[in-house]
C-alpha cells in the first residue's frame, strides 16, 4: 500500500488509537480503488481534483453514520450512477435543537465502516459499478471554521435559511433542523463538488429543502432521492429505531399503516384534504387508544405529532390535491419512554427510557 494511503480496516484500528484526532490520513491523490478515510478537507479536494482530471464522477451520499439499509441502498445507486462514491459520515451539531438527541444519537463507527466496507466488494463484482472511494468523516472544527456551532434560534453563525419551507412540518417541530441541515450540506457540497447527491425520500422534506437550496444557490450538482427502505412491517428505517426495543417497534409501525390507508384513498380517486387523511387520523386515534387502554406494563404510547398532506414543491398543506402535481403525505410521532420496561424485556439501547421520534411519507403520484 502506498505511503500515506490505508483502506478502511487498518485505518479503523489507527482512528481508534489516534481518537480521532482531525489528521488528514491521505496525502496522495493517485486513484487506488480502496476506499479512503479523509478527516480534513484539503487533502479530500486535492483527491476530487485528481478524480476530475481523470474523468471520473463522483457521487455524494451525505449521512449522520449509524448505517443501516436505507443508506446503503443510495450508496449503491450512486455507485450505479458515478465512478466514485462519497459517503460522509458526520453528527452535525446546527441541525440538532438544544433539547434534542444530539448526546446521545448513535454512533457506531466501526460497524458502518464495516458496513462499507462490505458494500464496496459486493460493488466489485457488478461490472461498471462504481466503488466507495471516500469516506469523509471530518471533525466539528473542520466543518464550523470560524465559530463554535450554534444550535440556538437566534444563534450566531453563516447559515443557509430557506423560508418558509424549512418552517413547515419538521420546520415547525424542530426550528433549527432545516437551516442545520442546508448549511452542513452545502458545505459538503463546496467540499466534495459531486456531480450528483443522494438524499433519501424517508427525509422527505428535506429532499425538498435540498433541492431549493441546490436550484436558489446555483450548486452544479444533480439531486437524486432514492426510495425508503423498510423493515419487514412496513417501519422505515432509521438509525433511531435501536432505541425502540420490540413493544415500541411492534406499535411504531402504526405511523406507515395510517398512511397507506390515506394513500389507499388517494388511489381510490379521493382528492379532498378530510377525505384523504380521515381514515390515517382515525387509525392512529384507534391504536393509541388502544393501547393507553392497556396496564403500563404492556403497553407503547406515543403522540401525534402531524399528519399532512402538502404540495410537493412548497411542502404547504393543500385542501385538494391537483392530480396534475400530487402531492405529499407525511407524518410524524413520538413513542413515549416505556413506563415499566419488563423484566428481561429487549427495550432496545437505553432501556426504553428514550422517547423516539418518527418520521415517514408517501409520495401521491400525479396522476396524467
Ligand atoms: P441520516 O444519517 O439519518 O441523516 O440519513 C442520511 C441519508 O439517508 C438521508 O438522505 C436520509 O434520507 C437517508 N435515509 C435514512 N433512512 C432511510 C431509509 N429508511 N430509506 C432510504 N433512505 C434513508
Given at each position: 500500500?502506498?505511503?500515506g494511503?490505508?483502506?478502511i480496516?487498518s485505518?479503523?484500528?489507527?482512528?481508534?488509537?489516534?481518537?480521532?484526532?482531525t489528521?488528514?490520513f491521505?496525502?496522495?491523490?493517485?486513484i487506488?480503488?480502496?476506499?479512503q478515510?479523509?478527516?480534513s478537507?484539503?487533502?479530500?479536494?486535492?483527491?476530487?481534483?485528481?478524480l476530475?482530471?481523470?474523468?471520473?464522477?463522483v457521487?455524494?451520499?451525505?449521512?449522520?453514520?449509524?448505517?443501516?439499509?436505507?443508506h446503503?441502498?443510495?450508496?449503491?445507486?450512486?455507485?450505479l450512477?458515478?465512478?466514485?462514491?462519497?459517503?460522509?459520515?458526520?453528527?452535525?451539531?446546527?441541525?440538532?435543537?438544544?433539547h434534542?438527541?444530539?448526546?446521545?444519537?448513535p454512533?457506531?463507527?466501526?460497524?458502518?465502516?464495516?458496513?462499507?466496507?462490505?458494500?464496496?466488494?459486493?460493488?466489485a463484482?457488478?461490472?461498471?459499478?462504481?466503488?466507495i472511494?471516500?469516506?469523509?468523516?471530518?471533525?466539528t472544527?473542520?466543518?464550523?471554521?470560524?465559530?463554535?456551532?450554534?444550535?440556538?434560534?437566534?444563534g450566531?453563525?453563516?447559515f443557509?435559511?430557506?423560508?418558509?419551507?424549512?418552517?413547515?412540518l419538521?420546520?415547525?417541530?424542530?426550528?433549527?433542523?432545516f437551516r442545520?441541515?442546508?448549511?452542513?450540506?452545502?458545505k459538503?457540497?463546496?467540499?466534495?463538488?459531486?456531480?450528483?447527491v443522494y438524499?433519501?425520500?424517508k427525509?422527505?422534506?428535506?429532499?425538498?429543502?435540498?433541492?431549493?437550496?441546490?436550484?436558489?444557490?446555483h450548486?452544479?450538482t444533480?439531486?437524486?432521492?432514492?426510495?425508503?427502505?423498510?423493515?419487514?412491517?412496513?417501519?422505515?428505517?432509521?438509525?433511531r429505531?435501536?432505541?425502540?426495543?420490540?413493544?415500541?417497534?411492534?406499535?411504531?409501525?402504526v405511523?406507515?399503516?395510517?398512511?397507506?390507508?390515506?394513500?389507499?384513498?388517494?388511489?381510490?380517486?379521493?382528492r379532498?384534504?378530510?377525505?384523504?387523511?380521515?381514515?390515517?387520523?382515525?387509525?392512529?386515534?384507534?391504536?393509541?387508544?388502544?393501547?393507553?387502554?392497556?396496564?403500563?406494563?404492556?403497553r407503547?404510547?406515543?403522540?401525534?405529532?402531524?399528519?399532512?398532506?402538502?404540495?410537493?414543491?412548497t411542502?404547504?398543506?393543500v385542501?385538494?390535491?391537483?392530480?396534475?402535481?400530487?402531492?405529499?403525505l407525511s407524518?410524524?410521532?413520538?413513542?413515549?419512554?416505556?413506563?415499566?420496561?419488563g423484566?428481561?424485556?429487549?427495550?432496545?439501547?437505553g432501556?426504553?427510557?428514550?422517547?423516539?421520534?418518527?418520521?415517514?411519507?408517501?409520495?401521491?403520484?400525479?396522476?396524467?
Amino acid at each position: 500500500m502506498a505511503r500515506g494511503l490505508q483502506t478502511i480496516r487498518s485505518l479503523s484500528v489507527l482512528i481508534t488509537r489516534r481518537s480521532l484526532s482531525t489528521t488528514a490520513f491521505r496525502t496522495s491523490p493517485s486513484i487506488l480503488p480502496q476506499t479512503q478515510i479523509f478527516r480534513s478537507d484539503p487533502p479530500l479536494r486535492a483527491y476530487r481534483r485528481s478524480l476530475l482530471l481523470s474523468n471520473r464522477t463522483v457521487g455524494l451520499v451525505p449521512t449522520m453514520g449509524a448505517l443501516h439499509a436505507g443508506h446503503l441502498s443510495l450508496a449503491r445507486l450512486a455507485a450505479l450512477e458515478n465512478t466514485d462514491v462519497f459517503v460522509s459520515i458526520y453528527i452535525n451539531p446546527t441541525q440538532f435543537g438544544l433539547h434534542e438527541d444530539l448526546s446521545s444519537y448513535p454512533k457506531t463507527w466501526d460497524a458502518d465502516l464495516a458496513a462499507l466496507d462490505a458494500l464496496d466488494k459486493e460493488l466489485a463484482t457488478i461490472p461498471g459499478a462504481g466503488r466507495i472511494s471516500a469516506i469523509f468523516a471530518p471533525t466539528t472544527d473542520i466543518m464550523y471554521p470560524t465559530l463554535p456551532p450554534d444550535s440556538a434560534v437566534d444563534g450566531k453563525g453563516s447559515f443557509v435559511t430557506i423560508t418558509p419551507l424549512a418552517t413547515l412540518l419538521e420546520g415547525a417541530s424542530r426550528p433549527v433542523f432545516f437551516r442545520g441541515v442546508a448549511t452542513v450540506c452545502m458545505k459538503l457540497f463546496n467540499i466534495c463538488t459531486p456531480e450528483r447527491v443522494y438524499f433519501g425520500q424517508k427525509d422527505v422534506q428535506q429532499t425538498v429543502v435540498i433541492r431549493r437550496l441546490v436550484k436558489d444557490f446555483h450548486v452544479d450538482t444533480d439531486v437524486r432521492v432514492g426510495p425508503t427502505q423498510r423493515e419487514e412491517s412496513g417501519l422505515a428505517m432509521s438509525s433511531r429505531n435501536v432505541y425502540l426495543g420490540a413493544r415500541r417497534r411492534a406499535v411504531a409501525v402504526v405511523l406507515s399503516q395510517a398512511l397507506r390507508r390515506a394513500e389507499e384513498q388517494y388511489v381510490a380517486g379521493k382528492r379532498k384534504r378530510g377525505d384523504i387523511l380521515a381514515p390515517a387520523t382515525w387509525h392512529l386515534g384507534r391504536v393509541a387508544a388502544e393501547q393507553e387502554g392497556l396496564a403500563k406494563a404492556r403497553r407503547a404510547c406515543f403522540d401525534v405529532d402531524y399528519i399532512a398532506l402538502s404540495d410537493p414543491e412548497t411542502m404547504e398543506e393543500v385542501q385538494e390535491v391537483d392530480p396534475e402535481r400530487g402531492a405529499i403525505l407525511s407524518g410524524a410521532i413520538k413513542m413515549k419512554e416505556l413506563e415499566e420496561p419488563g423484566e428481561g424485556e429487549e427495550c432496545g439501547v437505553g432501556g426504553g427510557r428514550i422517547a423516539v421520534r418518527l418520521i415517514d411519507n408517501i409520495i401521491l403520484q400525479p396522476v396524467v
